[in-house]
């Protein structure tokens, strides 16, 4: 179902660019090049776009063919509306799809936010030359910008799902960019091409795995997304090699990060959002007002020292959700109080780490010890006992795809 790149009209990608250098996003000449010469229509022939309502279940959807005419003013809008397009349910092949309405399943890949894209290609300061590993490819956007910067046979992509690692190789081929994708799995990197001067990772993990750190080039750079069981709150972690062979690794809270493999199984606050609304629980004092969403530093600390909460950024006001543990926290509005559910004391936890981020000096990084192996990598926001420290959680397994 792929859609004729001739079709498409450069204005729908012009206006994307558009709109993330006058948000302040884009800012390198070289990446707005390149972001202007990839064809996103040939990377995303289609969409999936959700009918029904969050929460509902079965979930609706609609596939939006971009070869189709009826289809193909909405699927332009969405593949250049710099949000995440929907591509996969459950692991399906690719390349057979009818387009119309679906009901059930879950999404198990899409591309990546646009803003977030450039943010890292921009970060990893990718120059001709450099040799670049993408870690969870998808449909290989990203990639394909990567290999436009760094030049021919220099791009690498790993992708554990076979359906969608022949489909956007299939892609790729297409745009003549030079990138390679391999079906793998990416905690193991790709040993193959070995040392990368540059590492990204598409999916994020618990701690980092061995072979990343390993197959990284003196001199080169690796940024991926930590995540927790707390979804809400990522961090970002970038680790660097200097030319004699040394690591360092800063952790620094993000308003967003990937997904880990099979991400849509993490907590969800929306089975609680009528609960909550017909019984916000008993209201208690509080010193804590709602700290704001851009204190990074803290949420990610939240995130592991008090880990499983979830917020619900639909909601009113502050509301904060431990649903394994049947409790929530509801703050506000602004009149010294809190509404608290369950036998869990959502916001005392909160109110403590808090405390404890205040006293360290308010960090806004961590720098991370990776000398040990997954599941001893320790975190701290400097020296001494007013630090805020914790140690990330091991690698987690994920069985192989099965067909």
């Known amino acids: 179902m792929p859609a004729d790149p001739s079709t498409t009209t450069g204005a729908h990608l012009a206006a994307m660019v558009e709109r993330l250098e006058a948000e302040g996003v884009l800012t390198d000449v070289r990446l707005r090049e390149a972001l202007l010469s990839v064809p996103r229509a040939v990377l995303l ?15 609706e959807w609609r596939l939006l063919d971009g070869s189709h005419p009826v289809d193909r003013e909405e699927w332009l809008d969405v593949i250049h509306s710099g949000e995440s397009v929907l591509l996969q349910r459950d692991g399906e092949q690719l390349d057979a799809l009818e387009r119309g309405p679906v009901t059930g ?26 040799r670049y590993l993408e870690l ?48 793998g799995d990416a905690l193991d990197g790709h040993r193959a091409r070995a040392p990368y001067d540059r590492i990204h990772s598409g999916i994020g993990v618990p701690s980092v795995p061995p072979a ?10 690796l940024l991926t997304t930590l995540t927790t069981r707390t979804p809400s709150w990522p961090g970002q972690l970038l680790v660097t090699r200097s030319g004699h062979g040394r690591t360092e690794a800063v952790l620094r809270g993000r308003p967003r ?15 609680h959002r009528a609960r909550i609304k017909a019984d916000p629980g008993r209201a208690r004092p509080t010193r804590l007002a709602p700290p704001p969403d851009d204190a990074y ?6 995130a592991y020292l008090a880990p499983g909460l979830v917020r619900d950024f639909q909601a009113e006001t502050m509301t904060i959700v431990a649903p394994e543990d049947d409790s929530w926290a509801v703050a506000g509005p602004g009149d010294g109080t809190v509404r608290v559910h369950g036998p869990r004391d959502v916001w005392a936890e909160l109110e403590e780490v808090h405390a404890r981020w205040e ?13 040990g192996g997954p599941g001893h ?16 959680p091991p690698l987690t397994t994920v069985p192989p795809q099965t067909t």
């Open 359 to 371: 006293t360290a000096g308010r960090p806004e990084t961590y720098h991370v010890d990776l000398t």
């Open 136 to 183: 969870g490819s998808g449909p290989g956007v990203s990639l394909a910008l990567a290999a436009t910067l760094t030049g021919p046979g220099l791009a690498t992509g790993v992708e554990r799902d076979g359906h969608m690692a022949a489909w956007s190789r299939h892609n790729l081929d297409r745009l003549n960019v030079g990138a390679a994708v391999v079906q």
């Open 377 to 392: 990598h320790h975190v701290a926001s400097g020296p001494g006992r007013k630090a805020l420290t914790w140690t990330l």
């Open 297 to 302: 530093g803290f949420w990610l600390a939240a």
């Open 45 to 59: 022939p289609h969409a999936y776009v959700r009918v029904s309502d969050p929460g509902v279940e079965p979930i």
């Open 257 to 271: 990060g990937y997904r880990p493999m099979l991400g849509y199984r993490w907590l969800s606050a929306l089975d």
């Open 212 to 221: 990343w750190v390993e197959q990284l080039a003196p001199g080169g750079r």
């Open 105 to 130: 399943g879950n999404m198990t890949s899409m591309s990546t936010y646009t803003p977030a894209t450039v943010e890292i290609l921009q970060s990893l300061a990718l120059t001709p030359g450099l």
